[in-house]
């Protein structure tokens, strides 16, 4: 019996390295186009494995390139009679009817295939594909068609509706399927812009865009309340950048529906998010000018010095007047605070301007220390508190009591985003102060953090060290240049200047050059020095282009031209340029929504 068995074994496995060999020839023949040798092969493989999907789609196609029609008619009729809950060997067979020219036939098998799935959605949906593969688009729409039909509250079909009109540029229609979403209550206007996020980003000439707002605005006109379609024109206005329009839609939103100011405040967020300093003041100002009966008016009042802070300390161009102007708007505003968070967020915004921007670090530091003494707060307040006071103390010269504040916080914070923030402020010090393997350390640990931006800055960071601590046995080039760094933090910029010449001067072979130079150009570009800024980061572009800050130094090109010397030619050169050098940098999106803004895209 053992040997009985023995050779039983022996054929078995002969046999199926027999049939590999077999298979491996016929796929080999198929790659140089001899599908009659292959189609040889594949009869005797198939009489085998005729279960084996892949060893019959291989088949068919061979048939098929052979014009072998008897033989692809029996395998194709035979197995979707074997296996008909699989309705593409139904499409198959129809498919070879058609090749034939047996039109009649073949549109007998497809429209018996669409009536026996049309009741199941997963079922309408493999069989749309089968037709799509087969390049039998108009089968593919009527399936989807008679499987909506059957299955009204289908939201998988109407997505696939929509895909396939979209596939074939057919916007309006495509935009029609996915309008019907907002009928369902389960189904908000917020999950309908996510989904059309890609179709617009992506809309190189524009016609989808164009077609969306037509149709947007087109609605409107009918049910000017409509709460869906304003924040669809709303949304569209905040993707093409265009935020005054965005503002004008919301305000007439809230006139006519005699709104609490939800949807300007929702907006004005979005315009602070992406710098529109001026969209968000005006949407902010009309809910102030609604009266402090509405809901959202403190938030609104709050907002507005948020507003005047960022937009005054991200332009180099603004005075130190107007900053001390906005510091004793700020002052008031805590003093007449009803609620701690509102007073809490209004000091630390404070606290801010006063250390780095009008050298009052003991007034931030007194201002921050009286929060951390002072009962009521949220743990997640405190740790906010602790954070920003150990910054300050830095720009304060007090480096240890800053590691000090760090470690704190990461202690009482280890397993919130905040404790980890914590851990890479406190390495980024250590860096700073030349402390390398230390810092590496802890960054080591930071670029496995849940927050992206954490473990972002933390890669950054430790590959500063790495490439310039390996490069040689000299750390002096990377010491100089973390120095340089922290005295850039503390806005020390003329000591930095002075510190990053030194590099360039004494090391000018040094792989930390380009970091250097972009360091300068930050520099110049915050000391309203723009032209330098502009030499510098050319600099970048002439000699470490493909280096890891080609791309920022591109963006930041485009950013000083559009926005502190308004060529906006040139500006949209460099959008461009970072568009097609540059396709998987983080800054893409950004470059394409300004790229198309500047060029004129969808300007009423």
Not at 281 to 298: F, K, R, S, V, W
Request: aromatic share 14%.
């Amino acid at each position: 019996m053992r040997i009985v068995f023995a050779a039983f074994f022996t054929f078995l496995l002969w046999t199926s390295v027999f049939s590999q060999e077999d298979e491996m020839l016929a796929l080999e023949y198929m790659s140089l186009g001899e599908y009659d040798k292959a189609a040889e092969l594949y009869e005797d493989i198939y009489k085998r494995k005729a279960k084996d999907t892949y060893v019959y789609d291989n088949y068919l196609k061979c048939l098929i390139e052979i014009k072998d029609w008897k033989t692809a008619e029996k395998i194709t009729s035979k197995k979707a009679k074997s296996e008909p809950d699989i309705p593409r060997f139904q499409v198959d067979y129809g498919y070879v009817l058609l090749l034939q020219d047996k039109t009649r036939a073949a549109e007998k098998e497809f429209e018996a295939a669409i009536d026996k799935v049309k009741y199941n959605e997963t079922l309408v949906v493999d069989l749309a594909a089968a037709f799509e593969v087969r390049e039998l688009s108009e089968w593919t729409l009527k399936t989807l068609e008679e499987g909506k039909e059957q299955n009204p509250n289908s939201t998988m079909l109407v997505y696939n509706l929509a895909q396939l009109h979209y596939k074939y540029r057919r916007y309006e229609a495509m935009y029609n399927e996915y309008f019907t979403l907002l009928e369902n209550p389960m189904y908000s206007v917020e999950d309908l812009e996510k989904v059309l996020q890609d179709v617009i980003m992506e809309d190189t000439d524009g016609e989808a865009s164009e077609i969306f707002r037509t149709m947007v605005l087109r609605k409107l006109q009918k049910d000017p309340k409509s709460y869906d379609y304003t924040k669809l024109l709303i949304w569209y206005y905040s993707q093409m950048l265009e935020f005054d329009k965005a503002v004008i839609q919301a305000q007439a939103y809230e006139r006519r529906t005699k709104g609490d100011g939800e949807m300007l405040y929702d907006l004005a967020v979005v315009c602070i998010s992406n710098e529109a300093w001026l969209s968000a003041e005006t949407a902010l100002q009309h809910i102030i000018d609604m009266g402090d009966e509405t809901p959202y008016y403190y938030e609104a009042t709050q907002k507005m010095l948020e507003v005047k802070y960022e937009k005054l300390t991200s332009n180099p161009e603004s005075s130190r007047e107007s900053l001390e102007e906005l510091a004793l708007e700020l002052r008031i505003a805590v003093q007449e605070s009803q609620y701690r968070g509102n007073r809490f967020e209004l000091v630390m915004i404070l606290s801010t301007l006063e250390s780095y921007y009008l050298g009052e670090t003991d007034k931030a530091i007194d201002r921050l220390q009286k929060i951390l003494n002072t009962g009521g707060y949220e743990p997640l307040e405190y740790a906010k508190a602790k954070l920003l006071l150990g910054d300050v103390m830095i720009v304060y010269g007090d480096v240890w009591e800053a590691s000090l504040l760090y470690s704190q916080v990461e202690k009482a914070m280890k397993h919130d985003t905040i404790g980890f923030y914590a851990k890479y402020k406190n390495a980024r010090l250590y860096y700073f102060l030349g402390e390398f393997g230390y810092a590496a350390a802890l960054l080591d640990i930071l670029r496995g953090a849940t927050s992206k931006l954490i473990a972002n800055d933390a890669m950054r960071l430790s590959l500063i060290i790495q490439d310039n601590v390996d490069y040689d046995s000299s750390y002096v080039p990377l010491e100089y240049f973390a120095r340089a760094e922290m005295q850039f933090f503390a806005m020390k910029y003329d000591e930095a200047i002075l510190t990053l010449d030194t590099i360039l001067l004494t090391h000018p072979g040094h792989p930390i050059i380009d970091e250097a130079i972009f360091k300068k150009a930050e520099i110049y570009t915050r000391l309203k020095q723009y032209e330098k800024a502009i030499e510098m980061y050319r600099e970048i572009l002439a000699s470490h282009y493909d280096d890891v800050l080609g791309d920022n130094a591109v963006m930041n090109l485009a950013r000083i031209y559009e926005y502190q010397l308004g060529d906006t030619e040139k500006a949209q050169e460099y959008y461009l340029q970072l568009i097609l050098d540059f396709p998987g940098s983080i800054f893409v999106e950004e470059a394409r929504k300004h790229y198309r803004s500047l060029r004129g895209d969808n300007l009423n």
